[in-house]
């Protein structure tokens, strides 16, 4: 298999929850340590995918990154945020042909979004980056962006 050395990766993070959503943007980062990076700071989740979008049209990417966290409640609106979301982000990359990697995630307390976010074992933002950087190579293996 040929070697590639660099990619252009862009991470879009919401800023709600920002604790949880820069441990995710640090992570990643330091998993695609090496390669060029854009990233876009939006306000919550149910942005991301616009700006998700924005960036996919220009084909200047070899993957996406999408970054989040929603809080479960007690009522269903964070459920209807996340398949808003998750739905968006699938057109997005079925209809580009660009690769998003989907790390808006959905937690019930903050035990599990430490563990998720900032852990060393199940850190999300570290798993994005490799599932991106995967995603890459394999296109550029088969000739593509």
């Known amino acids: 298999m040929a070697r590639f050395s660099k990619f252009r990766f862009a991470l879009v993070a919401s800023v709600f929850n920002r604790e949880y959503t820069d441990a995710l943007l640090a992570s990643a980062q330091s998993a695609l340590k090496g390669h060029e990076l854009k990233i876009v700071r939006v306000p919550g989740a149910f942005e991301v995918p616009l700006q998700v979008q924005r960036?996919?049209?220009?084909?200047?990417y070899a993957a996406?990154?999408?970054?989040?966290?929603?809080?479960?409640?007690?009522?269903?609106?964070?459920?209807?945020?996340?398949?808003?979301?998750?739905?968006?982000?699938?057109?997005?990359?079925?209809?580009?042909?660009?690769?998003?990697?989907?790390?808006?995630?959905?937690?019930?307390?903050?035990?599990?979004?430490?563990?998720?976010?900032?852990?060393t074992k199940l850190n999300r933002g570290h798993e994005a980056a490799q599932a991106a950087l995967a995603l890459a190579l394999s296109n550029a293996a088969k000739g593509s962006r």
């Open 55 to 60: 960036l996919a049209r220009t084909k200047r």
């Open 64 to 119: 996406i990154i999408a970054l989040g966290v929603i809080w479960q409640g007690k009522t269903l609106h964070a459920q209807e945020i996340l398949r808003a979301v998750t739905d968006a982000l699938m057109r997005i990359g079925l209809e580009t042909d660009v690769p998003v990697v989907h790390e808006v995630l959905a937690v019930a307390n903050e035990a599990e979004a430490k563990a998720r976010c900032m852990g």
